[in-house]
């Protein structure tokens, strides 16, 4: 199963910011352009963000998981 979802839709899942906490250590990052909805990969000198940022990043990404759990795991067992 293969479902599309935005670019929005992926950075508001908290997503976007997980997975650029892991490409900061190697210099790039995923980044989502808001006008075109485009999301594109960067090289970047980023390494982190600050500790407001991963606190709302760690918010959006449990509270995905509490929304989905169910529906993950079953996909996962199919």
């Not at 899942?13 to 906490?21: E, Q």
């Not at 900061?24 to 995923?30: D, E, K, L, P």
């Amino acid at each position: 199963m293969v479902k599309r979802v935005t670019g929005k839709e992926f950075r508001e899942t908290g997503l976007l910011w997980f997975i650029n906490t892991i490409l900061h250590t190697f210099g790039y990052a995923i980044c989502w352009d808001s006008e075109t909805d485009e999301i594109y990969a960067s090289r970047v000198k980023l390494r982190g963000f600050n500790e407001a940022n991963n606190t709302k990043g760690y918010i959006n990404v449990s509270k995905y998981l509490k929304e989905n759990i169910d529906e993950i795991l079953k996909e996962a067992e199919e």
